[in-house]
């Protein structure tokens, strides 16, 4: 009975085998295909084999047919191409904020989506540190749980963690609930956030995915977002997010600065292409940005030292000298 129910499954297991063990490299014969259906308990025979593969290229499948390095065949256009796969699998062992344990699942989830010998041919070539990795498991759940309640416009409560001294030596985390007005959910500077309006205030603030517990859909509408925000018909969240450093928030302005050409990389990488420069002399340019005035901006600022220079806004201005006043302090002489 077994073995009846298996023979209907054969075509099946004959693109299952094609799409795991054959590529552009490594074709599989019909004798390959049949010792792999073996492995299964499905015999078969060499013909019934070329009958399957017709079939599956008429049902739309495409199995490229090739005499080199041998005979065979192999799937070419798969749903992810080779780079593709390898370009996702990259993107999740940088990212902090996905879990050891949820890092290895995923791999192994995109490596199924190539042959054996492509998943091989990467696995030594690269690798992700665990001491890096968030420790969050509800992560992946909150993410769908918060997605649900910004289509349906509910709000939702939340425990959020942040770390504090416990003494001289130690952290602990300190845990407070809240009822927030989710709008959208970010990737930004490695970290995935929760763009929101806290339901005490009126501004929006940004918490952190992997510091978020215990989610709760509420049946109380969401406040909408035009009432906290300048965006009144829909939430731009990249737009949003473009004006900000490391997602702190401050008061929109515009910016202006003046730059050594030695930087214009880090600039463009940093403000985008999109900015307007315009060249000063042969050592310097300027460009102009809206952007909010924050102290992880003044830090960005500060980075590059006497490359970049604040023309305005005043406030950004003083900012930079009140820090560099600071600085200074902690290397006055005979300190």
């Known amino acids: 009975m077994a073995d009846s129910y298996n023979r209907k499954l054969k075509i099946v297991y004959v693109l299952d085998i094609l799409k795991r063990y054959s590529d552009e490299e490594n074709p599989l014969n019909a004798n390959d295909i049949a010792s792999h259906l073996a492995a299964l308990g499905i015999e078969a025979e060499r013909k ?3 009958d399957d593969i017709a079939v599956l ?3 739309g499948c495409d199995i ?7 005979k065979g065949w192999f799937i070419g256009d798969r749903e992810f191409e080779v780079a593709e796969i390898y370009l996702l699998c990259d993107a999740v062992r940088s990212a902090k904020f996905i879990t050891a344990k949820k890092t290895r699942e995923l791999l192994s989830k995109l490596n199924s989506m190539l ?3 492509q998943a091989k041919r990467r696995e030594n070539a690269v690798y992700f540190a665990t001491e890096s990795k968030g420790n969050n498991e509800e992560l992946y759940y909150n993410i769908d749980k918060i997605s649900c309640a910004i289509e349906n416009r509910k709000q939702i409560s939340l425990v959020y963690s942040s770390r504090k001294f416990k003494d001289e030596r130690n952290l602990k985390l300190e845990s407070k609930t809240m009822v927030v007005n989710p709008y959208a959910l970010c990737w930004q500077d490695d970290h995935y956030y929760l763009i929101c309006n806290y339901a005490k205030y009126d501004n929006l603030i940004h918490l952190r995915l992997d510091r978020i517990s215990k989610v709760e859909t509420l049946n109380t509408p969401a406040r909408h977002f035009s009432e906290v925000s300048d965006y009144e ?7 949003y997010t473009n004006k900000l450093f ?9 910016i202006e600065l003046y730059c050594k050409r030695d930087i214009l990389e880090q600039v463009l990488d940093r403000f985008s292409e999109k900015i307007f420069i315009k060249s000063i002399d042969e050592e310097y340019f300027s460009f102009r940005v809206n952007a909010a ?9 500060m980075n590059y030292g006497d490359s970049i220079t604040v023309k305005k806004p ?6 930079i000298i009140d820090r560099a006043k600071e600085v200074l302090k902690n290397y006055t002489v005979g300190e």
């Not at 018909?233 to 737009?239: L, W």
């Not at 490391?246 to 515009?254: L, P, R």
């Not at 005043?314 to 900012?319: A, E």
């Open 57 to 59: 290229e008429e049902y």
């Open 314 to 319: 005043d406030v950004l201005r003083q900012m």
């Open 293 to 301: 005035v924050s102290e992880a901006l003044a830090t960005f600022i």
């Open 48 to 50: 019934s084999i070329y």
């Open 115 to 117: 042959s054996v010998y």
């Open 64 to 70: 490229i047919k090739t005499s080199i390095p041998k």
């Open 233 to 239: 018909e829909f939430f731009d969240a990249a737009d």
């Open 246 to 254: 490391a997602m702190h928030t401050g008061e929109i302005s515009e």
